[in-house]
């Protein structure tokens, strides 16, 4: 019982070291490496048309009807093992293969999601050493246990908005994928390749603004626990210290 006691101790004391530390010379390194990131070439495009991405889709050639042709009827179309009749351009097989995903976008997922991930974890590690310092429940002398408590929030909310960031990348390639699935099936109607550019350039906003937060919310966070530190390592002054 003696040893397990122990090595929960040298646990969290581990824990409290490595947060403090982290605090103190992790952040600054961190916010300076992503504001440099998000100055360079990928994350400072001007010119949204840059993330445009070939969908590989070609479109098919005109019927040309002479003038004693019959009118083309307008027919419904039936795919293979589906329950619902669809109307459109019958796809079976796309003549060039494969419709990619947008490769610029793809890169920028591929370097942002490493970073949304370590502020989960340090907003999780830090939440941790402030609970760890929370004294016993105590009347009176409780204005640096409210600090901690307050600071506290502030590192769930970002845990917590952090975690929606992977939610969102996802619902790109969910509502991409629905549009040039619209392009596959009315390969002439340039509206739905339009909407399909329309999508790639407002995620690759929305990419960059996730960049900013999380270098936005690493600032916050070294900021509150920098200018409140002494209160949430000590967070009830001791009596002798007021007598004199």
């Known amino acids: 019982m003696a040893t397990s006691t122990n090595k929960v101790q040298e646990f969290m004391d581990e824990m409290k070291s490595r947060a403090e530390d982290l605090v103190i010379n992790g952040f600054p390194q961190k916010i300076i490496e992503l504001d440099a990131l998000l ?30 042709a019959e009118p083309p009827v307008n027919k419904k179309w039936k795919y ?40 989960v974890e340090d907003a999780n590690l830090l939440k941790m050493w402030i609970s760890f310092m929370i004294p016993k429940i105590e009347d009176g002398n409780n204005f640096g246990v409210s600090i901690q408590e307050d600071t506290l929030a502030e590192i769930q909310s970002v845990e917590s908005e952090a ?17 040039v699935s619209k ?3 009315y390969p002439q109607i340039e509206d739905y390749r339009r909407a399909v550019q329309e999508l790639d350039e407002k995620e690759y906003l929305s990419l960059w603004l996730v960049l900013c ?32």
């Open 80 to 119: 293979e093992n589906a329950s619902d009749e669809v109307s459109g351009t019958k796809v079976m097989v796309l003549p060039q293969g494969l419709i990619p995903c947008n490769k610029h976008m793809c890169e920028l997922v591929h370097i942002l999601k490493p970073h949304i991930r370590q502020l």
């Open 163 to 179: 975690a929606a960031f992977f939610d969102q990348i996802s619902r790109y390639f969910i509502s991409r994928a629905k549009v």
């Open 39 to 68: 100055k360079t070439s990928q994350f400072s495009r001007s010119d949204f048309s840059e993330v445009h991405h070939s969908l590989n889709i070609p479109i098919p050639e005109p019927v040309l009807l002479n003038s004693h």
């Open 213 to 244: 937060e999380v270098r936005n919310r690493y600032s916050t966070l070294h900021d509150i626990v920098i200018k409140n530190i002494e209160k949430i390592k000590r967070p009830r002054s001791s009596n002798a210290d007021s007598l004199y």
């Open 183 to 185: 392009v596959a099936k």
